[in-house]
């Protein structure tokens, strides 16, 4: 059945039809086959990700790495000109730092975990060591560190390196402190410990004396409830004899409990040292300076904004009176810490350079030159922060959720962590691919879920953080406001990250959650909300690091918003009444009557503690009472997956999680074709199961990062992710692994989906190598296939509905999937081999052998193995032309004429006079001008319309003239 066909039925009939696809007989689908499909980056880097250190070093501020916060570690050789991710290949994605050996700078530390507490702060397994500049990289240990605030390497021996272990946020552990190794990360000692809730957050060496050695202690605790970011255990802590003995610096530092600190050290002056300290006292909060080696501390000023999410500081390396804080504003003191003034002052919001700046690096050859990063990616500049350039060249864009449109080409749209919202198109007219400019932002601040609405393009539901829901004309940018208003008297409590769900069945329909779930049916004009659905538990009795929640003063619930809320939605594809809703506090509840009444059944899943966070519930097609459900208890300090499938409405639960390796599950989707297909996204990986999750594989050749999201286009059948790190990725047509069960052992070729005509414009010039440009998909259509043991050639061959061979290709005849792409064209290459277009310039194929086909029906044929496969499906025409079939018909007769005359003409010309050959060159000329022009040439575009009279003429010319040469 070809997918247009599928598509003519409406979604909850084409579920209901294929509901009762039999779980695969066959072998289910291995990492191994998966490893020719290609998943294709589309950004974006427009609006950068949150990144926790920059460095560089003085005798070459052209080699930069970044340390983001869940996309990966990245270099660049040449001042940011383009960029290498160094580490997709390694199981975690989040770094807190990264350092740099001052005395042989190949020999590269890296600890992973980011240090900021926030509530999509991520974990790592440790620290990584590179002797190669980071080419290649070793684990070097300390996995259950799980977060790392600072690597200090000694100034004159790479051996000797210091970790400040920050340790499980969520939990208590012993793995927290200062760790130090001298043999270059063979063995480790813990050299600091405080105790099992506080851990090492920063940390200096002093460079003329590495005896010396500072670090700042940071008591933490976060739970999905709450936040206490302070206790007993901050401190300062000072060695004087290269780590092995510590002692508590307490002269002028606040005596009461303190939270998050940061230090900095003077490179021109080591005994000046300067120091970010949070206290519950806003008299004792500030900024504060030692010009005795630490010995002693006075407080300058209380400038220290939101130490929980910041407490950076920086000294300019010629000059200890100049001094940098990171904030939400970056600020500059040149007076010792007494006083501030902004760095990078914003006129107004959204204009300038983007708040939240989380570190630095000062060129100490040029100290008016450093480097600035933060929530919103990197900045240079060159005159001490007046002006900036963004370098928004590679993405590290943190996706909390993704939508989806109908229009043709689909639009993706993207909520971005502290990166407002934005929409693009899946595939692109540009040449060059999806430039940041085709990136439209469509809102501001946390962008949260995104529902289009299927049945009207012109309207898209959007949210931003702590429940702003909101309406939008995708047509004009206009928003209107749609959160639910609570009775007077009383209040809504929201999630940070609000879920949303637009009905699949109804355009009018549209859910959110709060404690309760809000349904409105005028597309959220009016609202009725439903029973309340939490566990109503007071959490101000609850403990937290073993003091009860109401008595936090420092940093209390920082980032949360309100707990016992909904934080997943899911509505049947099958039946419009039955909606489940997922609720923080661990309460899962499904209603069978839209909304009115519910049944909780998230006290029925086995195995699971109680109370556990449900991360994702998704409604299946393959019955009313089939349901998938994710929880995640990273949050209790568990990293286990834990995924569960129910087929009668929640009463019981099946686990599916064996096979699936440590990393909490963030989110599911299921084949819109075959409810037995379905994707799970964790915090590090992305799987697959064809078996209805009996067995999973690792979906490879996408990045190591947070899959927040994902979904499996209705329409098109694209699997569009959304990740927490590395932006939106798009695995193009996955009608393969909904086919899976019924793919030939010898020879199979997949679905082929329906193609647009889409003629790519060569719309800039001469584009710098420094910009970013997503990937559009291969020229025409891709076509999948699965080879069984064997050997011998693999042809593919496309056929037109006259039985015409329009192209055939010598295609990869190895066992395996392999996955090709014909552009379109025709192709008059008898012996022609397919080969994948790769080019470090050049953006597509620039030598096209023939021309555009006209649309109408097309079979592809696969010969190999000594069988036969054939799939037939349509070329359409291209959606944005107003042409007629006709005219398709007339430009691809005109020059297939013209193909014929140049054949005719080039075999004549070796026999002919002088005379004649003049005037076959004349007429050769003549006609390959007017394929030229209709065809393009290199990058620049043809036409798709027919040729004009002249050209016409001009070809019916060289036609007559062969004929009167030949005889006819």
Known sequence: MRRSAVLALPLSLTALALSAIPVAAQTPITTADMERLLPREIGPAVSGGRHHDVESIASDPSLIYIASASGGLWRSRNRGHTW??????????????????????????????????????????????SSDGGNTWEHVGLEETRHIGEVQIHPRNSDIVFVAALGNLWAPSEERGVYRT????????????????????????????????????????RKAWGFRGGGPGSGIYKSTDGGSSWREITDGVPDVDKGRIGLAISASNPSVLMALIETAD????????????GESWERMSGHNGRPMYYSHIYIDPTDDQRVYTMATNASVSTNGGRSFTPVADDPTYDVGVHLDHHSMWINPSDPSHFYMTGDAGLHETYDRGITFRKLNNFV?????????????????????????????ANEGRRWIGIVNDDWQQVGFSDGMYWQPNPFDTTQAYGSSWNGNYFRTDTRTGDILPITPLAPEGESYRWDFVSPMMQSRHDADVVYVASQYLHRSTDRGASWTRSEDLSRGIETDDLLIQGKRHADVRISRDDGVVGFGVGVTLSESPLEANIVWVGMDDGNVHVSRDAGSTFTEVGRNVPGLPDGSYPSRIAASAASPGTAWAAFDRHREGDFAPYLYRTTDFGATWSPLHAGLPEGSLLSIAEHPTNPNVVFVGSEHALFVSTDTGASWAKVPNVPTTAYDDILVHPRDLDLVLGTHGR?????????LFAEWSEAADDAHLFTVPDREIFQYWKDTSYRAHAEF??????????LTYRLGAGSGPATLRIENARGETVRTFAVPSDEGVHRVNWDLHWGFDEDEVWARWEHPELERDIQKSGHWVAPGEFTAVLEARGTTSRQSFRVLPDPSMPLTQADYELRESALNRVHRVVTRIEARMSEAEADERRTLQTHLR??????????????????????????????TAAEAMLDGMTGG
Do not use: C
């Open 727 to 735: 932006g939106v990725w798009i695995l193009d047509d996955t009608q």
């Open 926 to 955: 003549n006609v390959q001008r007017i394929a030229g022009s209709l065809r393009g040439s290199g990058a620049r575009q043809g036409t798709l319309y027919p040729p004009t009279t002249q050209m016409l003429e001009r070809i």
């Open 396 to 424: 590290t864009s943190q996706a909390y959720a993704i939508g989806v449109d109908h229009r043709k080409p689909y639009r993706v749209y993207v909520g971005l962590q502290d990166n407002h919202s934005f929409a693009t």
């Open 182 to 221: 001298v043999d270059g990360g063979e063995t480790w000692e813990k050299v600091l410990f405080i105790d099992a809730y506080t851990g090492v957050v920063d940390l200096m060496i002093d460079p003329e004396n590495p005896r010396n050695v500072y670090a700042a202690a940071y008591q933490r605790e």
């Open 84 to 129: 290498t991710n160094l580490t997709d290949h390694l199981p975690v994605s989040t770094f807190g730092d990264v350092a740099l050996s001052p005395s042989s700078p190949n020999i590269v530390f890296a600890g992973t975990g980011e240090q900021n507490n926030r509530q999509s702060t991520s974990w790592g397994n440790g620290v990584y060591r």
């Open 773 to 782: 440009a997503g990937t559009n998909p291969p020229d025409g259509v891709e």
């Open 282 to 293: 806003r008299e004792l909060t500030g900024t504060y300076r030692s010009e005795d080696a």
